[in-house]
């Protein structure tokens, strides 16, 4: 390979625009939960977000998922469910927790309302945010980051904090820290991204009585793992199969669509879907050219969807486009090594910890890296997720909160979905709130406290027995 050049850039001195308590890094669903849970109590809070809203993936057309455990239950509670509950009450912009037969649970949001009622929560909060400003680096001084440097429009800055909390998705703060990371599998393959897109005027009653009443023999394959009685009772829905279709379709028009499923999401307004068909393999979602040629190529894959679904999926006869995702929505890049590495063995055994900060119950869902399908595992209940993991190794005043926590490519595959890193975010706030309060490093507050405190604000965590747990077992900090 060729050398890289390189230029000397001059040293300058660099104006400190802003100094906080504790700096969240990153707006989507993991930043907005944690900057609110660390201004609970009147500390200085700042978000930093490179795009003009918050919400991240919540803004790109993909249901939440995750709020509902694989018993029914309701396991994601606190600030996540109170974020939904003012989204559906003050803009109709939520649906309730819809249990699926593969996802456990979907909750459709609107992108639009999203983006509304969470800034104004974060604004309410008292959290400082700010829009179009790039995360540039680290300002370490031994193994403490004091801060980070940006670059905006305003030019070249920095920003001083006590504790930073890393909810970039990609681990871009910790990562240039010095904190050790993993990428992808163990061939460092990673799930391929999606450009979510948006089509109008579609029958979505047409479509699922389509599913529903179609006989017997024909069930094998119109869905996956979602039973067609399913349709015969939900207005609102996720399709993930109609392989025979799709199969029939590249054959007769010699489409190029890299998905050997149909996924289709209805939205809140009526006759409107989101496709997540889209797949660009080999896109480094750390890597702005790959991720331009991902936006690229997803985009270039779109007409031959729209071709397919119009001329082959009842109920699309008269759809048409209307708008594609803001972004490209990514689901894999780094992950921390932290003092914890969580494992799809953890998972499977629906494993109880003693720091539980936060309890999951999605499935480990792989896209592969490798290929066009995808891979399936539930553990049949739910399994908790240990505040170590959220904990980095070598940087004593960062937190990590969202899908780059310390986990396995496996593991990663089950706790990446937003009510989950909504979750995540919570504990992540107000764990960097107490590490400011007390003046220690967040490795050493007292984690039963924070279960305490999360508990007494609402948030679901379980008994060794499986039980929820109560905060009146837990005794008040001294």
């Known amino acids: 390979m060729p050398s890289t050049r390189t230029i000397q850039e001059p040293a300058r001195n660099i104006p400190v625009s802003a100094e906080y308590d504790v700096l969240v890094v990153g707006g989507g669903p993991s930043g907005l939960t944690a900057a609110i849970a660390a201004a609970e109590d009147g500390l200085r809070v700042g978000l930093v977000e490179s795009r003009s809203f918050v919400g991240g993936n919540m803004t790109i057309g993909l249901p939440v998922l995750g709020f509902l455990g694989q018993k029914g239950n309701q396991i994601i509670d606190g600030l996540p469910e109170k974020f939904i509950k003012r989204l559906r009450e003050e803009r109709d912009g939520a649906s309730e927790h819809r249990p699926c037969p593969l996802h456990m649970g979907i909750t459709l949001v609107e992108p639009e309302a999203v983006k509304t009622v969470a800034l104004e929560m974060l604004q309410e909060a008292g959290v ?100 067609a009685e399913y349709f015969g009772q939900n207005h609102q829905f996720i399709v993930v199969g109609l392989r025979e279709q799709l199969a029939r379709a590249k054959q007769e028009r010699n489409l190029a669509i890299p998905n050997d499923r149909t996924i289709i999401i209805t939205g809140l307004k009526k006759g409107e879907v989101w496709i997540n068909m889209t797949r660009v393999k080999g896109t480094d979602g750390t890597d702005a050219r790959s991720l331009t040629n991902g936006e690229i190529v997803g985009r270039a894959q779109i007409d031959d969807i729209v071709t397919y679904l119009v001329n082959y999926v009842p109920g699309f006869e008269s759809a048409y486009f209307t708008k594609t995702a803001p972004f490209i929505g990514i689901r894999e890049t780094r992950r921390i090594i932290g003092q914890y590495v969580m494992t799809q063995e953890d998972v499977l055994a629906c494993r109880h910890f003693d720091d539980s900060i ?36 070598k940087v004593t005043n960062l937190l990590v909160a969202g899908r780059a926590i310390s986990t396995t490519h496996e593991a990663m595959g089950a706790i990446r979905v937003m009510a989950t890193c909504m979750a995540m975010g919570e504990a992540a706030g107000r764990a960097a709130k107490m590490s400011v309060r007390g003046n220690r490093a967040p490795a050493d507050i007292d984690v039963q406290e924070l279960r305490r405190q999360q508990l007494e604000r609402g948030v679901y965590l379980r008994n060794p027995d499986g039980t929820r747990a109560s905060p009146a077992g837990f005794a008040p900090a001294a």
Not at 133 to 141: K, L, S, V
Not at 373 to 383: A, E, F, S
């Open 128 to 227: 400082d945010v700010l829009f179009y400003t790039f995360y540039a680096g680290p300002i370490m001084e031994g193994d403490m980051i004091r801060g980070i440097i940006t670059e905006s429009k305003s030019g070249r800055q920095a920003i001083l904090a006590k504790v930073v909390i890393d909810c970039t998705g990609d681990a871009d703060v910790a990562f240039s820290a010095g904190v050790p990371c993993e990428k992808g599998n163990e061939h460092g393959g990673m799930q391929p991204p999606t450009l979510m897109f948006c089509l109008a005027g579609v029958d979505t009653d047409k479509l699922r009585l389509f599913i529903a009443n179609s006989p017997p023999q024909a069930r094998t394959y119109l869905t996956d793992f979602i039973p």
């Open 358 to 393: 936060a309890v999951a119950s999605y499935p480990i869902d792989i896209h592969r890296p490798s290929d066009d399908g995808c891979t399936l595992i539930w553990c049949g209940d739910c399994y908790d997720i240990p505040y170590r993991s959220l904990v980095p190794q």
